[in-house]
């Protein structure tokens, strides 16, 4: 259980509040927090988008069921892995949520060890994402934090051109750009001309447009 | 030989083949009147034979012996004959029947004193008197006594009570028998009165007729004694061919007669019937022995039908089983009705049994074959309600796995929430019932069964039966209302089979909306409660029916679906109708179809 931090929020939407209540004790002694909801509306009402969580789902539920739900969510951009918890499912019913991006497909009744699996795989891809999603914003940040020259050197290096190139077409000296370049590797934290162009090519940047 | 030698024995034989005739019919029914008649026509037979021998005596002597002898026969006769106006009119005065016999007898008293005779106070001799037809007989001569006159007396005092005995018995309506008996009486003592009065005086020179006119009393009260046994011969035989006909009729409809006599508690039954009921052919029988011939689980049906009709003005009307010596069982059916007094008391009960055994086996065999018909609609429906039925059983396994899993899991733990394992454990049992009553449900359903009647609260059985094709109709993205009314909704019937007419119902709707856009998949079932029925109403949002298919949905082995056996709808409506209601199906003016089940309130519970 020290694998698992307390910052981890399980989500279940449940129509049966005696399945709700097994699970969620079930995940609980397993150390998740865990926060259950009868229905998918109450779920997109009380959930908290900004918990590093998962959601384990009944599939046939009263008023938006949770195929639909998955799918609004994923309009939403607020996505979170889903364990699709079902009684009754059936292959076509499975591909399509995996297709749609399911983390899992599980029937009832699963056993704790397929849950928990299931729950710690989807915890996992949540964390990889957030990592992934979290670069690219410092990325940005520091792109935002350049000069405009700075950004038209960057610009032109991702491009591949030579310093010498580089001062001709600005009408600077070289000595001036390679004065920006050192200045773009300290703001931008690349150790090397390598991770710089890395960086670039992670941000687009010099791609004909 | 002379006429008199010939003819007194022949009345002494007369008498006393009528006496004795009289006595075997008399001791046979018990009468009196016959008895008492045949007494005094034995006694008379005793008189004709001592008169014949007075008559022939050649010494005084031999006459005088025999005169208080006929004495004594004679009160006698006088005595019978009283008694058998006194029994056979039974309107004579008590003080005027002891007149006649109590004259005899203090006249007769004069014979017990030696030398004294009631006749003669001194004999003188004995002459031979020559009558007509070369004819003679003795008589005695002497000196009359007036003791004689008690004799006279008691003729007398017998003609007044016959004769006022007789014109009460006319007065009352009896006037045949007072006519004829009465008339005879008075008519024949009078005349053997005054002839004997005139032998006495010596006037008429002929024999006492005593023997004569008491042989044509006998004949006349015979005579009137035999009209009375030939009318009942008579109408003993109309009642045997009567008994005859109705015997030949209830045997012809195989059907037994029985009357009950409720306050003597006595039971009048055909020989059919005893032999329906299994009793003995000839026994006596009250209510207890017809209730003991029936099968015990019978007999509280018929109780209270038996109380249903004697404190009501109901027909009684039952049917029931007697078990046979071999096992098995013969049904009756048995109607009657109450036939009270004046104030409505019941008296009497009379009614008829019949053997129903054929009929009953036909209409049980008949309810089996439905009933299997019934079962197969439900066990093929239920085939298609798979994913409700796991759905349903899914539901407290997972949560009984997910509890004991994470009981396991806080064992593995250092410090043991012993809270948290009650309450896990409860969760554990509540689940384990909840598991527990939707197989009990699903079984009873699945469960081939006869119709078994209990009260029905019909929103109770929606609720349940919503809850089981719950899940099938979410995963068919159908939205159920219900409009549920606030009057009477229980009825008397069979839950198991109303349950599946409502899934029926249910499902068909289902399977009619399935092509239809998500946002129509709207399925409302309501109940409503009028004056005289109570509904429920299914209503679809699908295709409806088409207008030439609204009269064929009900036929069996017609449907509408490529895949449907076309049963379930006839199924449904042989339900409703063995609950007394009615199926009915409409097109909705917005769309859809509505199928409507009619329940009469009469009937409800």
């Not at chain 1, 931090?5 to 002694?29: C, F, H």
């Not at chain 2, 064992?411 to 197989?439: F, K, P, S, T, Y």
Request: proline content about 3%; aromatic content about 6%; some cysteine.
């Amino acid at each position: 259980m020290s694998d698992i931090q307390s910052s981890e929020m399980v989500y279940i939407v449940d129509d049966d509040p005696d399945v709700l209540n097994a699970m969620s004790r079930l995940l609980r002694v397993h150390g998740w927090r865990v926060e259950t909801f009868d229905s998918a509306e109450a779920f997109l009402e009380g959930r908290d988008p900004q918990a590093l969580a998962c959601l384990v789902l009944d599939v046939t539920l009263p008023g938006l069921d949770g195929i639909e739900l998955q799918r609004r969510l994923l309009e939403t951009r607020q996505s979170m892995p889903i364990i699709f918890l079902t009684g009754h499912g059936d292959i076509p019913m499975s591909v399509q949520t995996m297709r749609a991006g399911a983390s899992n497909f599980l029937t009832k009744p699963a056993s704790a060890e397929d849950l928990r699996g299931a729950v710690r795989q989807a915890m996992d891809e949540e964390k990889l994402a957030r990592r992934a999603r979290g670069d690219a914003d410092q990325l940005k940040q520091r792109l935002a934090a350049l000069t405009p020259r700075e950004r038209e050197v960057l610009e032109a290096v991702a491009a591949g051109k030579l310093n010498k190139q580089i001062a001709g077409e600005l009408g600077v000296v070289e000595q001036t750009v390679k004065f920006h370049r050192a200045r773009i590797m300290e703001r931008m934290q690349a150790r090397s001309a390598a991770e710089l162009m890395r960086m670039a090519a992670k941000l687009a940047i010099g791609e004909k447009t | 030989m002379n006429w008199i030698t010939i003819s007194w024995p022949m009345l002494a034989a007369a008498s006393l083949s009528l006496g004795l005739i009289e006595l075997r019919i008399g001791l046979a029914h018990r009468s009196l009147a016959r008895f008492v008649f045949s007494l005094g026509a034995i006694l008379m037979a005793a008189f004709s034979g001592l008169e014949l021998a007075f008559m022939r005596a050649q010494s005084v002597a031999e006459a005088a012996a025999l005169l208080p002898w006929m004495d004594a026969v004679m009160g006698a006769v006088v005595a019978s004959l009283t008694a058998f106006i006194w029994v056979y009119f039974g309107t004579g005065r008590k003080w005027l029947a002891l007149a006649p016999p109590i004259l005899f007898a203090v006249g007769i008293c004069a014979d017990l004193i030696p030398g004294l005779d009631m006749t003669y106070r001194s004999i003188t001799g004995i002459r031979t008197v020559q009558t007509f037809g070369g004819a003679s007989f003795s008589v005695l001569e002497g000196v009359s006594n007036p003791w004689n006159a008690f004799a006279y007396l008691g003729g007398l005092a017998l003609l007044v009570f016959v004769v006022d005995a007789s014109v009460r018995l006319w007065r009352s309506g009896g006037r045949r028998r007072a006519l004829i008996v009465g008339g005879c009486v008075t008519l024949f003592t009078l005349t053997a009165s005054i002839q004997s009065a005139l032998v006495d005086l010596g006037i008429a020179r002929i024999p006492y007729l005593f023997s004569w006119a008491f042989l044509a009393i006998l004949v006349a009260m015979m005579s009137e004694l035999n009209t009375d046994v030939l009318a009942a011969t008579k109408v003993a035989a109309e009642l045997k061919e009567s008994e005859r006909r109705m015997d030949l009729a209830s045997v012809a409809a195989k059907m037994g007669m029985w009357a009950w006599d409720i306050g003597h508690d006595t039971l009048w039954a055909t020989r059919r019937a005893r032999m329906l009921l299994g009793l003995s052919e000839s026994a006596a029988l009250n209510l207890e022995h017809f209730t003991n011939a029936l099968h015990p689980d019978d007999r509280e049906s018929r109780r209270l039908a038996l109380r249903g009709a004697l404190s009501s003005t109901d027909e009684y009307e039952v049917e029931y089983r007697v078990p046979l010596a071999d096992g098995k069982v013969r049904w009756i059916s048995s109607r009657g009705r109450v036939e009270r007094d004046a104030e409505g008391k019941p008296l009497i009960m009379r009614g008829v049994v019949l053997d129903i055994t054929h009929r009953k086996q036909v209409e049980l065999q008949a309810e089996q074959d439905r009933s299997a018909l019934w079962h197969m609609g439900r066990v093929s429906m239920l085939g298609q309600m798979s994913a409700s039925i796991a759905h349903q059983l899914n539901q407290p396994l997972a949560a009984i796995l997910g509890n004991a899993e994470a009981a396991q899991q806080i064992l593995r733990q250092e410090h043991v929430d012993l809270r948290e394992m009650q309450e896990i454990c409860d969760d554990i049992v509540r689940q384990d019932q909840r598991a527990a009553g939707v197989i009990r449900r699903l079984s009873a359903l699945f469960k081939r069964r006869e119709m078994q009647l209990e009260r029905v609260d019909l929103h109770a059985l929606l609720a349940e039966t919503v809850d089981l094709i719950q899940a099938d109709l979410m995963t068919d993205r159908i939205i159920l209302t219900n409009k549920l009314t606030t009057g009477l909704h229980t009825i008397h019937g069979d839950r198991v089979q109303l349950q599946q007419v409502l899934l029926n119902l249910i499902m068909n709707a289902a399977d009619a909306m399935r092509g239809v856009p998500i946002v129509l998949r709207q399925l409302m079932i309501s109940t409503e409660a009028t004056d005289n029925e109570i509904r429920v109403l299914v209503v679809d949002h699908g295709p409806g029916i088409a207008p030439e298919h609204l009269t064929k949905v009900f036929e069996p082995f017609w449907s509408a679906k490529p895949k449907g056996m076309g049963i379930g709808l006839a199924i449904c409506q042989s339900i409703v109708v063995a609950h007394h209601g009615t199926l009915t199906a409409a097109n909705n003016p917005d769309g859809g179809a509505t199928f409507s089940i009619a329940f009469p309130t009469h009937r409800a519970a």
